[in-house]
């Protein structure tokens, strides 16, 4: 089949590469000048499983209660909030016990498949990306080991491998933490892992291309008219003069995160996802002669604070923060004083902070926390989109899901659930 995939983020670029692994003739469209340019740039990195759950939670309403007169939280909201009541209705109905706990074994499922995926493709193709294996989840008091322990029977449940530890054991993971930190315990996830998403999705496009995926930069697609075969309008997107291109295909899959509206209209389209951002600083570690490597050896989850801190090679990365309803390109203080204070906790005087780079970035997030996997409705017209804060996580088994459906099988795994049906 000709097939084009409309966009080149992480759910994107590995959506080509399994397409064109099933013989298929695959053209990426993408409006930005690289693959993982957008949410997948300077993200948390982390391919964690075990500790993929949906935003929309039962404890969560208070949390950003309490959040809004906090000076550090790991919610924050805005005035544009007041503009998407719906998305906000259907997020408050998702955290109801029931619906939280369905939603989180659904992406935990596919999260699961997903790295049994990323380590196949690894593995087979001899990707290289900086990666470290190994993640704990920091607790600061024994309200959080509570709560970690209650959601230990659904690790149990899907086979994640997992451990509590006391704070000397998980020093002994982690022997740069500080002694001074205020660790209660720790979860630790050791098959899980943390690296370099936008790596990744470089030396994946490669694969891709070397099965005959095709990648187009720098072009907007304008419009489109769902069928068999359906049709694309493009131009590029920096000469609006330009004559409006036209193309035939099989199939379209929209990897879009946030979708354009232009295009969900032409279809009929009517999805809720909104765009939670992220925040993230990343610095070269600090190394002193005579002293000890000051960071992490692999990945730790400040599970108060909800930010994660990363080892990418020989430098640090901090990232999280969850932003509604605030301009995407405003790059705000106070979520990254958080990210510096979450540091600092832990890991005082690693980062070289005179070199620090800064990223925001929009999170495409459904209200209720799963992705949308899946034909779209009009004939010839498919989804892999809302994927929020777990993009990298759950990529792979999401690509290979759509590759499976498309072609007529059935999936590996069970897919109840990540269809827009649950949306309607």
Same mark, same amino acid.
């Given at each position: 089949?000709?097939?084009?995939?409309?966009?080149?983020?992480?759910?994107?670029?590995?959506?080509?590469?399994?397409?064109?692994?099933?013989?298929?003739e695959?053209?990426?469209?993408?409006?930005l000048?690289?693959?993982?340019?957008?949410?997948?740039?300077? *993200?948390?990195g982390v #391919?964690?499983?075990?500790?993929v759950?949906?935003?929309?939670?039962?404890?969560?309403?208070?949390?950003v209660?309490?959040?809004?007169?906090?000076?550090h939280?790991?919610?924050?909201?805005?005035?544009?909030?007041l503009?998407?009541?719906?998305?906000?209705?259907?997020?408050?109905?998702?955290c109801?016990?029931?619906?939280?706990?369905? *939603?989180?074994?659904?992406?935990?499922?596919?999260?699961?498949?997903?790295?049994?995926?990323?380590?196949?493709?690894?593995?087979?193709?001899?990707?290289?990306?900086?990666q470290q294996?190994g993640?704990?989840?920091?607790?600061?008091?024994?309200?959080?080991l509570?709560?970690?322990?209650?959601?230990l029977?659904v690790?149990?449940?899907?086979?994640?491998?997992?451990?509590?530890?006391?704070?000397?054991?998980?020093?002994?993971?982690?022997?740069?933490?500080?002694?001074e930190?205020?660790?209660?315990?720790a979860?630790?996830?050791?098959?899980?892992?943390?690296g *370099?998403c936008?790596?990744?999705?470089h030396?994946?496009?490669?694969?891709?291309?070397?099965?005959?995926?095709r990648?187009?930069?720098?072009?907007?697609?304008?419009?489109?008219?769902?069928?068999?075969?359906?049709?694309l309008?493009?131009?590029?997107t920096? *000469?609006?003069?330009?004559p409006?291109?036209?193309?035939?295909?099989?199939?379209?899959?929209?990897?879009t995160?946030?979708?354009?509206?232009?295009?969900?209209g032409?279809?009929?389209?009517?999805?809720? #996802?909104?765009? #939670?951002n992220?925040y993230?600083?990343?610095?070269?570690?600090?190394h002193?002669?005579?002293?000890?490597?000051?960071?992490?050896?692999?990945?730790?989850?400040?599970?108060?604070?909800?930010v994660?801190?990363?080892?990418l090679?020989?430098?640090?990365?901090?990232?999280?923060?969850?932003?509604?309803?605030?301009?995407?390109?405003?790059?705000?203080?106070?979520?990254?004083?958080?990210?510096?204070?979450?540091l600092?906790d832990?890991?005082?005087?690693?980062?070289?902070?005179?070199?620090?780079?800064?990223?925001?970035?929009?999170?495409?997030?459904?209200?209720?926390?799963?992705?949308?996997?899946?034909?779209?409705?009009?004939?010839?017209?498919?989804?892999?989109l809302?994927?929020?804060?777990s993009g990298?996580?759950?990529s792979c088994?999401?690509?290979?899901?759509?590759?499976?459906?498309i072609?007529?099988?059935?999936?590996?795994?069970d897919?109840?659930?990540?269809?827009s049906?649950?949306?309607?």
């Open positions: 089949m000709r097939i084009a995939v409309i966009g080149a983020g992480i759910v994107g670029v590995t959506t080509a590469y399994e397409l064109a692994s099933d013989g298929h695959v053209t990426v469209l993408e409006r000048q690289a693959v993982a340019s957008e949410a997948s740039f300077a *993200n948390a #391919v964690a499983p075990g500790y759950s949906p935003w929309a939670a039962p404890w969560m309403p208070l949390k209660a309490a959040g809004l007169f906090a000076s939280s790991a919610v924050r909201f805005g005035g544009g909030v503009t998407m009541p719906g998305w906000l209705w259907r997020y408050l109905w998702a109801r016990a029931k619906t939280h706990r369905a *939603n989180r074994r659904r992406m935990q499922r596919l999260a699961l498949y997903s790295r049994e995926r990323l380590d196949a493709l690894t593995l087979v193709h001899g990707l290289e990306y900086e294996r993640y704990l989840v920091l607790l600061r008091s024994a309200r959080e509570e709560r970690a322990r209650a959601g029977p690790l149990d449940d899907i086979g994640v491998r997992h451990e509590l530890l006391d704070p000397a054991a998980a020093r002994a993971r982690e022997p740069a933490i500080s002694a930190a205020p660790l209660h315990a979860l630790a996830l050791p098959n899980d892992l943390v *370099n936008r790596q990744f999705a030396v994946l496009k490669l694969q891709a291309q070397q099965r005959g995926a990648f187009r930069f720098g072009v907007e697609v304008r419009r489109l008219s769902a069928g068999q075969p359906g049709v309008y493009w131009q590029p920096d *000469n609006e003069a330009a409006i291109q036209q193309e035939r295909h099989d199939a379209i899959v929209l990897c995160g946030i979708l354009p509206p232009r295009l969900a032409r279809v009929g389209l009517r999805l809720p #996802v909104a765009a #939670v992220g993230s600083m990343t610095a070269p570690i600090r002193r002669e005579g002293e000890p490597d000051p960071g992490p050896v692999s990945g730790v989850m400040d599970e108060r604070f909800k994660s801190i990363t080892r090679g020989q430098r640090i990365r901090v990232a999280g923060i969850a932003e509604l309803g605030v301009d995407p390109h405003l790059l705000r203080d106070p979520p990254l004083v958080t990210l510096y204070k979450v600092e832990w890991f005082p005087g690693a980062a070289d902070l005179g070199k620090v780079q800064h990223w925001k970035g929009a999170r495409p997030m459904l209200p209720d926390g799963p992705p949308v996997i899946g034909p779209a409705g009009p004939p010839g017209l498919w989804l892999n809302g994927h929020g804060g990298w996580a759950l088994g999401s690509a290979r899901v759509l590759a499976d459906q072609a007529g099988r059935t999936p590996e795994i897919i109840e659930g990540l269809d049906r649950r949306l309607r």
